[in-house]
């Protein structure tokens, strides 16, 4: 039997794979944190911050938000109380710089991440979705140009993290095609499988 492990998570896939909507419903079955660095960025930019009008221009080319800046918002949430016993990022890290400083803070907790999901799709449901949403919603960063941009990042510097996370011997990758429940239904048994449930 596997023993029952700490939820220390991170979901991550391409734009558009679902990482947010399968977020959010994770953390609340497993009563963690959600901690989605793009919600922070959109959240500012709609307040008019300070940290929102320097991230503005950035998020809506589609190109990253510079690792410090990024690091920091991470590392301040979850020192929080609520993050003390388990946490879900999703979003963050998404480059090997992000993963050094995500390694920093936690090994100075005794902690380390317990799990990666990675949700994988093909890359034209990414599209068809993210399009789906610009029309939708009217995201400003959910134009042609962007979402492409996006896209190329991900491949080029988010999915070589999963080599890191794989070599851990912690990444579960998981179907994305699908509805909403029968991806979450499968996201919750991976998770199972390595002792992490409700
Ligand atoms: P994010 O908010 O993380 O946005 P994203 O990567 O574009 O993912 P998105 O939210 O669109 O994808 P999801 O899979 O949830 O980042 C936005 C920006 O912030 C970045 O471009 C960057 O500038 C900055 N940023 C964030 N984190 C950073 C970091 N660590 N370092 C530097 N910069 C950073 O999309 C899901 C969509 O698909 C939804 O519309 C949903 O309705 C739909 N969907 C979900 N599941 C589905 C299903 N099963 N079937 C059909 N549709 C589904």
Request: glycine share 10%.
């Amino acid at each position: 039997m596997t023993s029952r492990q700490a939820a220390r998570l991170l979901i991550i896939g391409p734009q558009g794979s679902g990482k947010g909507t399968q977020g959010v419903r994770i953390a609340e079955l497993l009563k963690i944190p959600a901690v989605s660095t793009g919600d922070v960025f959109r959240a500012n930019v709609k307040d008019g911050t300070e940290l929102g009008l320097q991230v503005q221009a950035i998020i809506e080319a589609g190109d990253l938000v510079p690792d410090e800046l990024t690091s920091a918002i991470v590392r301040d949430r979850l020192a929080q109380a609520d993050a003390a016993s388990g946490f879900l990022l999703d979003g963050y890290p998404r480059n090997l710089g992000q993963v050094g400083d995500l390694d920093g803070f936690l090994e100075g907790r005794g902690e380390q991440l317990t799990a990666v999901i990675e949700l994988s799709v093909p890359r034209d449901e990414s599209i068809r979705r993210l399009s789906l949403r610009a029309a939708e919603q009217g995201r400003s960063d959910d134009n042609a140009e962007s979402i492409a941009k996006r896209l190329a990042i991900y491949e080029s510097e988010t999915a070589p993290i999963l080599d890191v996370y794989r070599s851990r011997g912690i990444v579960d990758s998981v179907d994305g095609v699908g509805s909403l429940d029968e991806v979450f239904e499968r996201v919750v048994s991976a998770l199972a499988a390595r002792g992490i449930t409700a």
